[in-house]
């Protein structure tokens, strides 16, 4: 396997058995937040289109303000950990994305668009600081061949997390009411109509409030944890051999080639389970049906994660599960497209089970032997989540060109390239 030329990614002598457990629980926690945060936004996308009376390309600006941050904060997250630590980052990382989460009350008081966008920018830096720090840790805290493993069990911690968020913040808000809002908004008077919109965009305020009170907590939690240090820079007699004569990460043809793969992953995954709530409003089914849609789509990567503990590394390499995943990834997205309503939808929450091994393999794959320079390749992977800011916004402007149905398409090319770095593109540039 590739991955066995990491072999400085062992537990410290700091961390001992003891403490890569108590690091497992605290990153579990951090990934919670994570998919819960994240997977908000496939509620928000069509509840802001109508509050803010929005086009379908415009709606998705949502994942955009959010994803690009990542984007933004490669070359900043590095320098937050590195003069603030590992631990001590993560904590003013959660402090960032309470600030963002503050400003959807101002948001929501005004009904401004781009007040909403700003709120979910800051929430994507925050977490961009958190993915930096976080992956590492994982990665690290035990065996290389292991490493997709530990990955999915945190995984199982976000996409749980991913189910239940539309569902509890469906619940503060009257979904009902926007069904029946968009239907009529049209017909209605200026007055009456930016009424009922304003008191509609109000709702979105107790949950954002519920959120920063979490984010504060967690960061004094992390703040005053013994979450140990770790340090990246260590590589073993093996490593060091490996990229003896190497002076940046960008020399490394896979780590690169592993930023594209996952910018193309990001895409597709947030497309499935962002873009499934509007998608099943455009076949006819109502926002209070349609708001399970995202916990299908999370049921199903769950379930990947799982069947992904149990078989990597003993039956299956991570670069053979990534090369299921995308072909299940191409299957599904065309059965979406050549289908319609609920088994159309069906088709795009088993992306959730094409998606869910990607992230976990993707990771080990692209930081395999890489040593001194993992630092620098873990913020460049991060980075690559900025496809989450990219692709859907393409498919929201096919969207509205095309139909939300024939939209899908853009999600073929990516798989497509997806299989290909799981077949050859991670070996490329690798000594023998």
């Known amino acids: 396997m590739a991955n066995t030329s990491t072999k400085h990614q062992q537990p410290t002598p700091e961390l001992g058995q003891q403490g890569s457990s108590s690091a497992m629980i605290i990153i579990g926690a951090l990934f919670f937040i994570f998919g819960f945060v994240t997977w908000l936004n496939s509620l928000l996308i069509p509840y802001l289109e109508i509050a803010c009376e929005l086009t379908k390309f415009q709606s998705f600006f949502v994942t955009f303000a959010f994803y690009i941050a990542y984007l933004v904060m490669t070359p900043i997250s590095p320098r937050v950990l590195s003069a603030f630590g590992f631990k001590k980052g993560m904590s003013v990382a959660l402090v960032v994305m309470a600030v963002g989460a503050l400003l959807f009350i101002p948001a929501a008081m005004t009904r401004i668009y781009l007040l909403f966008l700003i709120g979910l920018f800051l929430l994507g830096c925050g977490l961009a600081i958190l993915q930096t720090a976080s992956n590492p840790y994982i990665t690290i805290v035990g065996p290389a061949e292991s490493a997709a493993k530990r990955i999915s069990i945190m995984g199982i911690c976000n996409k749980v997390a991913g189910a239940v968020a539309p569902i509890i913040l469906g619940l503060f808000l009257s979904l009902e009411g926007a069904d029946a809002l968009r239907a009529e908004v049209a017909g209605m008077a200026a007055g009456a109509r930016n009424a009922a919109l304003d008191e509609m965009a109000l709702e979105v305020i107790p949950p954002y409030i519920g959120i920063i009170v979490v984010l504060l907590a ?43 793969t996952l910018f193309l992953y990001v895409g597709v995954e947030v497309m499935a389970g962002d873009s499934i709530i509007s998608y099943g409003s455009t076949q006819g089914i109502p926002l209070t049906t349609a708001k399970f849609f995202t916990s299908g789509t999370m049921a199903a990567m769950v379930i990947g994660y799982l069947i992904g503990i149990v078989t990597i590394p003993k039956y299956i390499k991570q670069e053979d599960a990534l090369k299921i995943c995308a072909i299940l990834g191409v299957v599904f997205t ?3 497209i050549m289908t319609s309503g609920y088994v159309s939808v069906a088709f795009i929450a088993l992306l959730g089970l094409a998606n869910s091994l990607m992230w976990p393999a993707i990771w080990p794959l692209a930081l395999s032997g890489i040593g001194r320079f993992t630092k620098a390749a873990s913020s460049l992977l991060v980075m690559g989540i900025a496809g989450g800011a990219i692709v859907p916004l393409a498919y929201g402007a096919l969207a509205d060109s095309w139909n939300a149905q024939d939209a899908y398409w853009v999600m073929v090319p990516c798989y497509l390239f997806i299989l290909f770095y799981a077949t050859k593109g991670h070996k490329i540039g690798k000594k023998a």
């Open 218 to 260: 967690l960061s004094i939690w992390i703040y005053r944890s013994s979450l140990p240090e770790i340090d990246t820079d260590e590589e073993d007699e093996a490593v060091a051999a490996a990229t003896t004569g190497k002076k940046s990460v960008f020399e490394f043809p896979h780590v690169m080639l592993g930023v594209l």
């Open 334 to 336: 065309i059965g979406a």
